[in-house]
């Protein structure tokens, strides 16, 4: 990945967690019911399919990378997924959202 990728990815993730925290309460609530830390986490990809279904990667800030799907009645599925040599290929964002994640714990530990 270079480095404009890298930013692309990263600009995606920011504002991806931004409207998880402060316009899509109602994603925010069924990540919620699944354990899953919105508060402290970052939605790092997120799209819908053309029956109202929502798909999407979340990082916890342990790292942990959960997938979820969400069909059009609200019901969620939330996947812990292993992270091997292939997630660079099924979800790029995770390499990102790792450094995000350290700098959102660096500034945490200045403040």
Known sequence: MNQEEFQLY????VELTHLLKEEWIDLKVLLQSCNLDVEHGLLINY??????NQY?????PDAQLFYFEIDKDEHIKA???EIDGSIETSCPQYVVALEELNN???KRRTD
Request: aromatic letters at 20%.
């Open 79 to 81: 996947t812990h997924k």
């Open 104 to 106: 959102l714990a660096n």
């Open 47 to 52: 799209y819908e399919d053309e029956f109202d």
């Open 56 to 60: 999407g990667y979340f990082i916890n």
């Open 10 to 13: 990263r600009d995606e993730i």
